[in-house]
């Protein structure tokens, strides 16, 4: 992040006021995003499905922040309508190629209060530096320990992180493996996937197409009408004053799969 004393150096007193108040009116603005995303929170409150997410490999050491993730579900079914995923997490770069975060998981079904469904773990591991390769390549590591009232298994999932550039498009892939460990664990190994198109318009807006996919077990994939897709129109973008965000809605593909889902998350730099 640039600091405000490196960036008024050499600049005329005339130059200094023109960007404080250029500066003013960009916190504004950032302010004001901020509470319209928050507010869409409230009015959306949200069941059981996984976070949304879409990871690349590109890591910065030392950088801090925390976040919220929302899933937010909606379908004709009331039993499944209006049902919320809700994270918190803190994260932390470790080096120029380790990441680890924790996350605290909570759950609203339909009818029910919010409850506190278990603790997450997650690292990724840039393999190669942006840049340096024709495809940058990372790995992702995740355990999820459930809250022990629950009788739940814990869970292991692992993906492949690739990225690549391409003009003004950032294309990023998320392949994943997910295992049941552990009590009540079922011997499945799930496949899945998430994708990504990216513009790369402006750094407080970029506009994206995102796909995520659930496969089945690996050694026997469901039929398509079976699987879970989903797919939909996303804007993700970094703020004055460490904030970031994504905001999108996606569509569900098949008859096993959330007629629509809002996804929200939103992220402050430490």
Do not use: C
Not at 89 to 101: F, M, N, Q, S
């Amino acid at each position: 992040m640039i600091r405000a004393g490196k960036l008024f150096t050499g600049l005329a007193p005339g130059s200094k006021r023109l960007l404080m108040h250029a500066r003013k009116q960009s916190a504004s603005i950032s302010v004001a995003v901020i509470v319209i995303l928050a507010g869409l929170t409230n009015f959306m409150l949200p069941a059981d499905a996984l976070a949304r997410k879409v990871y690349s490999p590109a890591v910065e050491k030392g950088e801090a922040e925390i976040g919220y993730l929302l899933d937010y579900s909606v379908n004709t079914d009331p039993a499944r309508n209006a049902g919320a995923r809700h994270q918190f997490e803190y994260e932390l770069g470790v080096t120029d190629r380790w990441l680890t975060a924790v996350y605290g998981d909570f759950r609203k079904n339909p009818g029910q209060k919010f409850t506190w469904q278990g603790v997450k773990w997650e690292n990724v591991y840039v393999l190669t530096k942006p840049g340096e390769q024709w495809l940058d390549a990372g790995l992702y590591l995740e355990y999820f320990r459930p809250r022990a009232g629950l009788n739940l298994p814990d869970a292991l999932e692992f993906k492949l992180l690739l990225e690549k550039e391409s003009g003004g498009l950032t294309h990023t892939a998320n392949l994943i493996l997910t295992k049941e460990l552990g009590r009540n664990a079922l011997p499945h190994v799930i496949a899945g996937y998430a994708w990504r198109s990216k513009w790369r318009w402006r750094r407080e807006i970029e506009p994206a197409i995102e796909l995520y996919g659930g496969l089945g077990d690996v050694s026997q994939t469901l039929v398509p009408s079976r699987q879970s897709q989903q797919a939909g129109i996303v804007l993700l973008g970094k703020l004055h004053g460490g904030f970031s965000y994504e905001i999108g809605y996606l569509f569900g593909l098949t008859p096993v799969t959330d007629k629509g889902m809002l996804k929200f998350i939103i992220g402050y730099e430490l």
